[in-house]
């Protein structure tokens, strides 16, 4: 505005032009002056327009809505440390993280569009594939990060349970859309048991841990550092507790994955790329220092326990991210004859509708380069 409030003086001089000939000479500079700085200041006033324009566009972030499978606790610091220090954002991403309620609440609402991207249970995701053959938006696994799947068989030493065999006969709990408790047909085949003779109790997921202290049942599934430290916060010693981890007793499942629905992988890959590779650099600042993870937590969420979220995150990158099958296979990646195993096993367990072709929801085409990936110490 300034630019063309300068030119008034010279607007008077050329009306000025017309009605004194003896200044007509110096009219016609003034009028030529004049059209210089009108000129000058349009050009000066696009240069502006432009800049801001290129401006706008150097920094426009595609906004990417992603879900979490559970509360915000230890587990969650592999994407929030990389929300709190900016790495994100470096990408050109406007990320918006928010906590979860399980895995199969996460497939659906990627699948409805409610999210662009989320971390489930691979096995939900499967599931949701054999059940929805014709679903117009599916789930698509992008990034393995829980290369085993944390499921568990708990008990307390005091049950008399050691083994998977001495299962049979006792009274099993969970929550009916827990992980473990979905999966059991997998492992009681595995185990040489009969999926068919247990009876199951289902409960809230806030009752699980307390209904197995109080003897109310023998056993439950569970994630395994959700469940040993939920019983650790009700007074239940480390020692006091039996753990049966699916991995260790022949179920090779994988766990959790970074998931992106069909339409915003079509619609902005180099975003999902983006966003792999920010998560890749602050899951290997997670796993140097556990404990400025945890404080990424405390920012999204103040009430935690600093002490219990530090060690649940540590029991997790040990158990599920930092396995002996993790490093074998590397660190976002899957081995195809396993997840085709997986897929097969999860049908016949789950009870599909149709067979699930490993093919078509999992993808490598977006992971970091092998350097980005080398996160696993």
């Known amino acids: ?79 929030l440390l990389g929300e709190q220090k900016g790495y994100y954002k470096a990408e050109k991403l406007d990320v918006s993280i928010d906590a979860g309620n399980g895995s199969g609440n996460v497939v659906n609402r990627v699948a409805s569009g409610t999210y662009d991207m989320g971390f489930a249970d691979l096995a939900s995701v499967m599931e949701f594939y054999g059940n929805n053959p014709d679903a117009k938006n599916k789930p698509v696994a992008v990034m393995m990060v829980y290369n085993n799947t944390p499921a568990a068989v708990l008990a307390l030493k005091k049950s008399g349970i050691k083994t998977p065999h001495d299962l049979a006969g006792k009274k099993l709990g969970a929550p009916v859309f827990d992980a473990g408790r979905r999966a059991f047909p997998i492992f009681a085949k595995a185990n040489g048991l009969q999926a068919s003779s247990f009876n199951w109790q289902a409960m809230d997921p806030t009752l699980r841990e307390t209904m197995l202290m109080r ?40 766990g959790n994955a970074v998931i992106a629905s069909e339409d915003f992988l079509k619609k902005n890959p180099e975003a999902v790329k983006a966003f792999l590779r920010a ?22 969420d103040g009430i935690i ?30 081995n195809k004859p396993r997840l085709s195993l997986m ?35």
């Open 1 to 79: 505005m300034p630019l063309f409030r300068a030119a008034t003086p010279f607007e008077a001089t050329a009306a000025h032009a017309g009605t004194e000939p003896a200044h007509a000479a110096s009219g016609a500079a003034a009028s030529t002056a004049r059209r210089r700085w009108l000129q000058l200041g349009m050009a000066l006033g696009t240069a502006l327009v432009l800049s801001t324009q290129f401006a706008g566009e150097a920094h426009a972030q595609t906004k990417v809505r992603f879900q979490l499978d559970w509360r915000f606790e230890g587990p969650s610091a592999l994407f």
């Open 305 to 334: 326990d600093e002490k219990l979220e530090t060690k649940r995150l540590k029991m997790a990158l040990d158990s599920v991210v930092k396995s002996p099958d993790a490093r074998a296979e590397g660190f976002g990646r899957i």
């Open 279 to 300: 998560f890749a650099k602050s899951a290997k600042d997670v796993i140097a220092k556990p404990e400025e993870g945890i404080k990424a937590v405390k920012a999204r």
């Open 215 to 254: 003897g109310d049942l023998d056993a439950i599934t569970g994630f395994s550092f959700t469940s040993i430290l939920n019983l650790n916060a009700r007074g239940v010693k480390d020692e006091d507790i039996v753990v049966l981890p699916y991995p260790q007793y022949g179920v090779k499942l994988y």
């Open 343 to 377: 897929a097969s096993q999860v049908a016949d367990a789950f009870g599909t509708k149709g067979r699930i072709n490993p093919d078509n929801l999992w993808t490598d085409a977006y992971l970091p380069s092998a350097a980005e990936l080398d996160v696993l110490r």
